[in-house]
Nanobody, 124 residues
Framework: QVQVVESGGGLVQSGGSLTLACVGSGPTARVASYGWFRQAAGKEREGLSCINTHDDKTYYSASLEGRFIMSRDYAKNTIFQQRNNLKHEETGVYFC?????????????????WGQGTQVTVSS
């Protein structure tokens, strides 16, 4: 079973940036896929981006276009997401998921393993 751990959350001013990291581990040399999700208070979990590691095929929410930078270190089973120009409404718990099906829908149901989440608070 693949396991993932998120880090990098915290408090940031509106318009600021931060980088989230997700480290995967499991029985295989490389985790097949990763996804990033956000769950705001009282809201359902929203897909932000995902990547298939075998071909680097990436999908992302239209709301993130131009405001994020993805990077990866597959040798260490680690992916990063730099978030730029953060908005107050993007406050929430950010989750990393893995070992699932990364598609354009970025659906939570498509992933098997989930981290504990890391809180991101964007002040206004």
């Amino acid at each position: 079973q693949v396991q993932v751990v998120e880090s990098g959350g915290g408090l940031v001013q509106s318009g600021g940036s931060l980088t989230l990291a997700c480290v995967g581990s499991g029985p295989t040399a490389r985790v097949a896929s990763y996804g990033w999700f956000r769950q705001a208070a009282g809201k359902e979990r929203e897909g932000l981006s995902c990547i298939n590691t075998h071909d680097d095929k990436t999908y992302y929410s239209a709301s993130l276009e131009g405001r994020f930078i993805m990077s990866r270190d597959y040798a260490k089973n680690t992916i990063f997401q730099q978030r730029n120009n953060l908005k107050h409404e993007e406050t929430g718990v950010y989750f990393c998921a893995a070992s699932g099906y990364c598609s354009r829908a970025i659906a939570a149901a498509g992933f098997d393993s989930w981290g504990q989440g890391t809180q991101v608070t964007v002040s206004s």
